[in-house]
């Protein structure tokens, strides 16, 4: 079974700095990956994904993330953190045989100003 | 268009109490998810439907959670009797039958049993 891994379950970065959360997957077979946001109170809302056409993609609310498969990552990057962006982040894969979704633990995203 | 329908959204019942937490997936989805969110345990998955018929339902905690997706329009979880330990955010999410597709979540249904 796939399993992912999110480094740092909370990061903290000043208005303005760049967002960088952490994502690493585990399979010999690139999955597709997703991340989502999960605002207070809400559900997930998806983000953004990849699904082996072009590695960088990008998102809503100007984030995007990298595939590289032979560090078997997809971090997700915005180069300028806003107050809003404080959240949830979920890291997801999907295999690209099965149904289901494997998600990660989760990093909370702090916006200090 | 209009996306996963849960309710209700939130709920506190009294230990014992029988819950039912209703969903309404994305028209034209064939693929019907709940999961379980806490503080401690995270996002888990409790089953999995497609085409109407649970696939996979190992998530499920125990005899006294049970789901039904009577048609593709519907679905329920329910949990008789209910204990404080089940106090949590339930979501309902869809995805369509094709493997490029992203799960769409609900907003939750947020329980409190007490």
């Known amino acids: 079974a796939q399993s992912v891994t999110q480094l740092g379950s909370h990061v903290s970065v000043s208005e303005g700095a760049l967002v960088l959360l952490r994502c690493n997957y585990s399979?010999?077979?690139?999955?597709?990956l997703f991340w989502y946001v999960q605002y207070p109170n809400q559900g997930l809302q998806l983000l953004l994904k990849?699904?082996?056409?072009?590695?960088l993609v990008k998102g809503i609310n100007g984030f995007e993330a990298e595939f590289k498969k032979s560090e078997t990552s997809f971090h997700l990057t915005k180069p300028s953190a806003h107050m809003s962006d404080a959240a949830e982040y979920f890291c997801?894969?999907?295999?690209?045989?099965?149904?289901?979704?494997?998600f990660g633990t989760g990093t909370s995203l702090t916006v200090i100003p | 268009d209009a996306g996963v329908i849960q309710s209700p959204r939130h709920e506190v019942t009294e230990m014992g109490q029988e819950v039912t937490l209703r969903c309404k997936p994305i028209?034209?989805?064939?693929?019907l998810f709940w999961y379980r969110q806490t503080m401690m345990r995270g996002l888990e998955l409790l089953i999995y439907?497609?085409?109407?018929?649970?696939?996979?339902d190992s998530g499920m905690p125990e005899d006294r959670f049970s789901a039904k997706m009577p048609n593709a329009s519907f679905s329920t979880l329910k949990i008789q009797p209910s204990e404080p330990r089940d106090s949590a955010v339930y979501f309902c999410?869809?995805?369509?039958?094709?493997?490029?597709?992203?799960?769409?979540f609900g907003e939750g249904s947020w329980l409190t049993v007490v």
């Open positions: 439907f497609n085409n109407n018929v649970p696939i996979d």
């Open positions: 997801a894969v999907s295999e690209r045989t099965g149904n289901q979704f494997y």
């Open positions: 028209s034209g989805h064939d693929y």
């Open positions: 990849y699904t082996s056409a072009a590695t």
């Open positions: 999410a869809s995805r369509v039958s094709v493997v490029l597709g992203a799960i769409y």
């Open positions: 399979s010999s077979v690139p999955p597709y």
